[in-house]
């Protein structure tokens, strides 16, 4: 049946409606956003009911999976190349389940823009192949039925459709907000919306200047008003989101003060789509999920482990059994009984450098697990190090670290031991998206990154140490 598509052209926006968000936490310090204000958390019930589930599963599937390199899809591609021959959404739920999973987040459109329901506003949709069904609609259900709650991912940067920055319009801000109703009218309530593409760093995400957060979140509440937004902007503001998203694909990682209420979503597989070979492996090992898992949980921090379904609609054989060895080896905390008082990350921890190249690139931002901020050495430096003095003597095991430019070729990572540098990491390589490497547990005060050889100045987005 043909759909009526909404015009992009010469829309009013509709009048924001402003609603009490009581689900919304208030930040401690000016650091964790707008909503500032000194005193006692507000403990929420949605964000700390939120946070008692624990462990989620995170599930990337669209078009990306027919294109075969587990990224973004391109847009304005045929919908009858998304062929799905085997789907079954429930094989997905008892995998969840087996893992000892309390609720999922699935990818209704990503930023190509091709939507895995029937929406009104658009024939880019699943409607517009040859698979009929509402795969959202058999998400919800299949997991539900099982006792889990139930969210959704959407991305507002849409390629297809043009909403991107520079480019926002009242009527592709109507657009987003017609198929937010749509999720969430038409598929009962809805836990959590994670929302992409909206004041990212990546790709061509509309600002929060350009398209305002209460804009879209005053929307979703007006709706289901304990629907929490979770940005994934990559910022810990609050101002911004109502629970942070750890990019763990980024360089981003829950750091080992965290008291923020907070997500981290890592990838099961190498990629956050399916690939072909990816039924080969590798998986990330079920002692580090666990380990990931528990860091995380012990630190107001959910863990949404993403395993993606492959293109015949199914989740994997070795998918399959590696989750259900993680829901062996998995043993849950105790719930939270009420939500701690928060602190910026990283609290108390100094950050210095062999030099800057510009007031913009200071060496603490390293530690703001801000993905925008980032420290960068002057052109003639040749020592090029950012070090770290947490104080007093730390254990550590593992070091995560991005880069929001890349430049680095070889690097390495130190601590001061008993008056000397000790060698934890060294490699002739670049440092890239994320690196995530172990070493064995070492206490000391400094730790320090130095850049051995560069193609260019890179930019330093974190620097993080963490122990499991």
């Known amino acids: 049946m043909k759909k009526t598509v909404l015009c992009l052209i010469g829309v009013s926006v509709q009048t924001a409606i402003a609603v009490s968000r009581p689900n919304v936490v208030t930040a401690m310090t000016d650091e964790l956003g707008a909503e500032s204000a000194g005193g006692k958390v507000e403990e929420s019930e949605p964000v700390l009911s939120f946070l008692n589930l624990k462990f989620g599963m995170f599930i990337h599937y669209g078009m990306s999976t027919y294109q075969g390199h587990g990224g973004w899809a391109e847009w304005n591609v045929d919908p009858k190349t998304f062929i799905p ?54 998400y919800a259900d299949a997991f539900r039925k099982r006792g889990m709650k139930v969210g959704l991912y959407f991305s507002v940067w849409d390629r297809q459709h043009k909403i991107e920055a520079g480019r926002i319009t009242p009527a592709k801000i109507q657009y987003t907000k017609d198929q937010l109703t749509e999720l969430l009218t038409n598929y009962g309530d809805v836990l959590c919306i994670v929302i992409d593409g909206w004041g990212s760093k990546w790709g061509k995400s509309p600002t929060f200047e350009e398209l305002p957060y209460d804009v879209l979140a005053d929307h979703i509440h007006s709706i289901q008003p304990d629907c929490l937004v979770i940005n994934h902007s ?44 990816d039924e080969e492996g590798p998986l990330k090992p079920t002692e580090e999920v666990v380990d990931e898992l528990n860091f995380a949980n012990a630190r107001t921090c959910n863990y949404l482990l993403n395993a993606a379904p492959n293109d015949r609609g199914v989740l994997d054989d070795a998918v399959i059994k590696r989750l259900a060895e993680i829901g062996q080896a998995v043993q849950l905390s105790a719930p939270l009984k009420s939500l701690p008082e928060m602190h910026p990350v990283h609290q108390g921890i100094t950050a210095t450098a062999s030099s800057i190249s510009g007031p913009d690139y200071a060496a603490q931002n390293v530690l703001d697990a801000d993905l925008f901020t980032r420290w960068q050495f002057a052109k003639d430096d040749q020592e090029r190090w950012v070090e770290l003095d947490f104080g007093k003597p730390m254990t550590f095991n593992r070091v995560v ?4 430019r890349r430049g680095t070729e070889a690097y390495k990572i130190e601590a001061l031991v008993n008056g000397e540098w000790k060698l934890l990491v060294k490699r002739q390589e670049s440092i890239g998206n994320n690196v995530n490497a172990t070493f064995a547990d070492v206490t ?8 051995l050889k560069a193609s260019r100045p890179p930019m330093i987005a974190e620097l993080t140490f963490i122990t499991y």
């Open 85 to 138: 021959s085997e789907l079954d959404c429930e094989q997905w739920a008892e995998a969840a389940k087996s893992a000892k999973m309390n609720y999922a987040v699935f990818t209704t459109k990503h930023h190509d823009g091709f939507c895995l329901w029937d929406s009104a506003v658009t024939e880019y949709d699943i409607a517009s192949s040859d698979y009929k069904d509402d795969i959202v609609k058999k």
């Open 234 to 277: 990559c910022k810990t503001d609050l101002s911004v989101t109502q629970v942070v998203h750890y990019e763990a694909t980024h360089g981003q990682h829950c750091p080992f003060d965290n008291s923020i209420p907070s997500q981290q979503g890592p990838t099961l597989q190498p990629k956050w789509f399916w690939r072909p070979g």
């Open 444 to 451: 000391a005060q400094k730790y320090r990154l130095t850049i």
């Open 401 to 404: 670290c991005g880069e929001y």
